[in-house]
């Protein structure tokens, strides 16, 4: 059935305090109504506003309705504007709910399906109390109890008729239309769609936004560096004194190697050697930490952070464990992380492959990056 979506945006907020009513204040940067818009995009919406508001509401480029001196005044207003266009059903939702998902819309209109009414909401699982004066005067059992939510969603001919016989002063639309005999399906609701109704709650739909926003990536490497002659290694950093070195072009850092390669992976940016190619002569000998510091660089300036890494170091000798705390510590310095965030660990192959046969070094490394 073709739906339409009033939003009520034409209240002041008075509980909310500051210079401009809530629906209009900043969240994440952007008008509160933006969110609640965005979250119907697609969709036919009428806006409903306070006449003062209509120059800052023409900017949202969507359908407006000025509303009434209560809200039920305003969605009547709002209905009315749909009368007669086609609509067979609307979802009438509050300004000052930004963070209602698609899912949960896409719940209320399949509930039309079958009833005259459908709204979200959430069980009662806190104890109820009646108060008077600063005191605790009763309890309120709360079995049957649910908190009620929007888009409130109904065939569009029944509220509208609902509403025009209603005499007012109802607190939502549920109420409306119980009055007129509509019978009205609870669909499960939605922590997040919380209501703007104190400066706290602002601090908490950002945080439910940045987690919306959170994007992870993780990234995996690999490298092995075969011994030849010398006296020392470098593994992550660090200089191990052993019997042998690491035949590479650059130091022969495998752990570094494979941590570096693990960055890149997670931003879908291949390997070293895309960055850093082996034929280029100026990368002969180079330290590991400036290809180390270029991927996470390259993650920065896309506006990932690294969550945590993990280096595991396959080899019989020389031993890691007396080595391991300095080369969390080298990595985090230059990576600029606290070193709680970055894990080395070693392990042997049981005398197996080129590892147990002491012909090289192999180096696993994963990169969890993190932007939001």
């Known amino acids: 059935m073709r739906t339409a979506v009033i939003i009520v945006a034409a209240g002041r907020g008075s509980r909310m ?19 609640a818009l965005a979250a119907f995009a ?41 009368d007669g266009t086609g609509v067979e059903a609307v979802l009438i939702h509050d300004g000052a709910r930004p963070l209602v998902s698609r899912s949960l819309i896409g719940r209320l209109v399949a509930a039309l399906a079958h009833h005259d009414g459908a709204a979200p909401a959430l069980p009662v699982t806190d104890a ?12 309120v059992d709360r079995a049957g109890l649910w908190r009620a939510q929007t888009p409130q969603a109904f065939r569009l001919a029944p509220i509208l008729a609902a509403h025009r ?26 922590e997040s769609n919380l209501k703007l109704t104190y400066p706290g709650d602002f601090a908490r739909a950002e945080a439910i936004l940045r987690g919306r926003d959170m994007e992870v990536r993780l990234g995996n490497g690999y490298d092995v560096h075969a011994f030849c002659a010398g006296d020392h290694v470098w593994l992550c950093g660090v200089r191990v004194p052993h019997d042998r070195g690491l035949l590479g072009h650059s130091d022969a850092d495998v752990g570094m190697h494979a941590l570096t390669d693990a960055i890149y992976g997670a931003l879908a940016e291949g390997d070293i050697g895309r960055h850093f190619p082996p034929s280029d002569p100026q990368w002969k000998g180079s330290a590991s930490h400036v290809f180390l510091a270029h991927a996470i660089g390259l993650a920065a300036k896309r506006g990932y952070r690294l969550g945590n890494c993990d280096v595991t170091l396959v080899c019989e000798r020389p031993k890691i464990g007396p080595h391991a705390a300095a080369m969390q510590s080298e990595l985090a310095r230059i990576m600029g992380l606290d070193a709680g965030r970055v894990s080395v660990k070693a392990t042997t192959s049981e005398r197996l492959g080129f590892t147990g046969r002491e012909e090289g070094i192999a180096a696993l490394a994963t990169a969890t990056l993190v932007r939001g």
């Open 128 to 139: 109820l109390w009646r108060g008077a004066e600063g005191f605790v005067s009763g309890t």
């Open 42 to 82: 697609g969709m036919q919406v009428v806006l409903v506003i306070h006449p003062g508001d209509r120059a800052r509401a023409e900017a949202l480029g969507v359908p407006l309705v000025e509303g009434g001196a209560t809200r039920d005044a305003s969605v009547l207003a709002g209905l009315q504007a749909l």
């Open 165 to 190: 016989a209603h005499p007012g002063g109802a607190a939502d639309d549920v109420e409306v239309a119980l009055a007129a005999g509509l019978d009205v399906k609870i669909v499960e609701g939605e």
């Open 17 to 35: 305090g500051g210079e401009v009513p809530k629906q209009w204040q900043s969240l994440a940067g952007k008008p509160v109504l933006e969110h």
